[in-house]
């Protein structure tokens, strides 16, 4: 199978705009590819997941990724998948936010001896001069046909800034930036970034004439990815201090039984031989591929150490209702009223809940359970000084604990 095909064996793929010139480029490893990624966080987060998890099995393929920080489309951003204009920051942190992607994406991507690039387009978008940039940019776009495209067509109603109306030109501007550079002739992204893809690959055309457009390639990622990065409480980081490691195995652990294989199949790096069997699995075997999947997955961000240690954690967790690495939440004197504090606190200011009013919701329906008593009335309130070392367990449904401690 060659590397192509194993792309599109496990799901990698949707579209691509020229399929058997990337096939050559790939398979032989003379692919120059970027994926663009906007620093709007200090940490990279499981929606990401799958863009990195292709460039490490491309590089592993002979290939060289670039790594595209967005510092200069971020102050822009991207309208993209938004009902509303992103905040603005600051140049200041865009730049811390570029330097923690930097360290985590080392986890992936081997950057030593060119074998990978990581660039800023900060370097070359901020230095652009605003008239120049209309004469020989903004003359190649269609502003009617930019308007058919997904990303604008959804904020008309409420309103697209020209600001943000200038991000599919700001991108546009980085494939062709990225081809002069460092001969960078392929594009990787999700749906949302496809017409931008395309008005890559057309400026280039137009500026750089025919023979450099017949170089520059587009391949749609399966934007099951970026699903996978979304959560009812928003995002599971990278970043151990935002999420532990332990809950980054109970995230994987917990997928839909729907998704396991497929995620085993986009985001590992186990031989597709093994698994297929696994796809006919079923019951309590998908409970041991959802291990595999969460062991293999902190494994890969966090380390060996770290995946064992989540593993072990959990399972505890599961037979006795304890756990060495729970995460756990300390009490503070603004939790406690007269020396005890009241189980909607303890469930809100751990975390388990995002208010309180669906802390409320999760006692009255029976979903809530305290060192394995269930609570089923909303005033129960636990004294402060019958907390021991241990803490208390508190369980939210089946797969969600707080260790709480003073």
């Given at each position: 199978?060659?590397?192509?095909?194993?792309?599109?064996?496990?799901?990698?793929?949707?579209?691509?705009?020229?399929?058997?010139?990337?096939k050559?480029?790939?398979?032989?490893?003379?692919?120059?590819?970027?994926?663009?990624?906007?620093?709007?966080?200090?940490?990279?987060?499981v929606?990401?997941?799958?863009?990195?998890?292709?460039?490490?099995?491309?590089?592993?393929?002979?290939?060289?990724?670039?790594a595209?920080?967005?510092?200069?489309?971020?102050?822009?951003?991207?309208?993209?998948?938004?009902?509303?204009?992103?905040?603005?920051?600051?140049?200041?942190?865009?730049?811390h936010?570029?330097?923690?992607?930097?360290?985590?994406?080392?986890?992936f991507?081997?950057?030593?001896?060119?074998?990978?690039?990581m660039?800023?387009?900060?370097?070359?978008?901020?230095?652009?001069?605003?008239?120049?940039?209309?004469?020989?940019?903004?003359a190649?776009?269609?502003?009617?046909?930019?308007?058919?495209?997904?990303?604008y067509?959804?904020?008309?109603e409420?309103g697209?800034?020209?600001?943000?109306?200038?991000?599919?030109?700001?991108?546009s501007?980085?494939?062709?930036?990225?081809?002069?550079?460092?001969?960078c002739?392929?594009?990787?992204?999700?749906?949302?970034?496809?017409?931008?893809?395309?008005?890559?690959?057309?400026?280039?055309?137009?500026?750089?004439g025919k023979?450099?457009?017949?170089m520059t390639?587009?391949?749609?990622?399966?934007?099951?990815?970026?699903?996978m990065?979304?959560?009812?409480?928003g995002?599971?980081?990278?970043?151990?201090?935002?999420?532990?490691?332990?809950?980054?195995y109970?995230?994987w652990?917990?997928?839909?039984?729907?998704?396991?294989?497929?995620?085993?199949?986009?985001?590992?790096?186990?031989p597709?031989?093994?698994?297929?069997?696994?796809?006919?699995?079923?019951?309590?075997e998908?409970?041991?591929?959802?291990?595999?999947?969460?062991?293999?997955?902190?494994?890969?961000?966090?380390?060996?150490?770290?995946?064992?240690?989540?593993?072990?954690?959990?399972?505890a967790?599961?037979?006795?209702?304890?756990?060495?690495?729970?995460?756990?939440?300390?009490?503070?004197?603004?939790?406690?009223?007269?020396?005890?504090?009241?189980?909607?606190?303890?469930?809100?200011?751990?975390?388990?809940?995002?208010?309180?009013?669906?802390?409320?919701?999760?006692v009255?329906?029976?979903?809530?359970?305290v060192d394995?008593?269930?609570?089923?009335?909303?005033?129960?309130?636990?004294?402060?000084?019958?907390?021991?070392g241990?803490?208390l367990?508190?369980?939210?449904?089946?797969k969600?604990?707080?260790?709480?401690?003073?």
């Amino acid at each position: 199978m060659t590397v192509y095909d194993e792309l599109v064996a496990r799901g990698l793929i949707a579209q691509v705009t020229d399929e058997e010139e990337i096939k050559e480029l790939i398979n032989t490893g003379k692919a120059t590819f970027y994926i663009g990624f906007d620093p709007t966080a200090d940490s990279l987060h499981v929606g990401h997941f799958m863009a990195l998890c292709l460039m490490k099995r491309l590089q592993m393929a002979g290939n060289r990724p670039i790594a595209l920080i967005g510092g200069g489309t971020a102050m822009i951003g991207d309208p993209s998948g938004r009902t509303d204009m992103r905040q603005m920051m600051t140049p200041e942190t865009i730049q811390h936010n570029c330097d923690c992607f930097k360290e985590q994406m080392s986890r992936f991507i081997d950057f030593s001896d060119g074998k990978a690039l990581m660039v800023n387009n900060a370097d070359w978008l901020l230095g652009l001069n605003y008239i120049e940039l209309l004469r020989d940019v903004g003359a190649h776009f269609s502003v009617n046909r930019m308007l058919t495209a997904e990303c604008y067509k959804q904020r008309m109603e409420k309103g697209l800034s020209f600001l943000e109306f200038n991000y599919m030109i700001m991108q546009s501007y980085d494939f062709m930036a990225l081809f002069e550079k460092y001969g960078c002739n392929l594009q990787f992204g999700g749906d949302d970034q496809w017409s931008n893809m395309l008005g890559g690959t057309e400026l280039i055309r137009r500026k750089l004439g025919k023979d450099a457009y017949a170089m520059t390639i587009n391949l749609l990622l399966n934007s099951e990815g970026k699903k996978m990065g979304k959560t009812q409480k928003g995002a599971v980081w990278l970043d151990p201090n935002k999420t532990t490691p332990f809950e980054f195995y109970q995230y994987w652990r917990n997928v839909d039984d729907a998704d396991v294989i497929k995620c085993i199949k986009m985001l590992t790096f186990i031989p597709l031989s093994e698994i297929e069997p696994m796809e006919s699995w079923e019951g309590s075997e998908l409970n041991k591929a959802k291990e595999i999947l969460a062991y293999e997955l902190t494994k890969l961000v966090h380390g060996e150490k770290e995946a064992a240690a989540a593993q072990e954690s959990a399972r505890a967790l599961f037979s006795s209702g304890s756990a060495a690495n729970m995460p756990e939440y300390a009490l503070t004197d603004e939790d406690i009223v007269d020396g005890r504090v009241d189980i909607l606190t303890l469930l809100y200011v751990s975390g388990l809940v995002p208010s309180k009013s669906e802390a409320r919701r999760a006692v009255q329906q029976g979903g809530v359970s305290v060192d394995g008593e269930k609570v089923t009335d909303i005033k129960t309130a636990f004294p402060v000084s019958s907390i021991g070392g241990d803490g208390l367990v508190v369980k939210k449904g089946k797969k969600n604990f707080r260790r709480i401690t003073v």
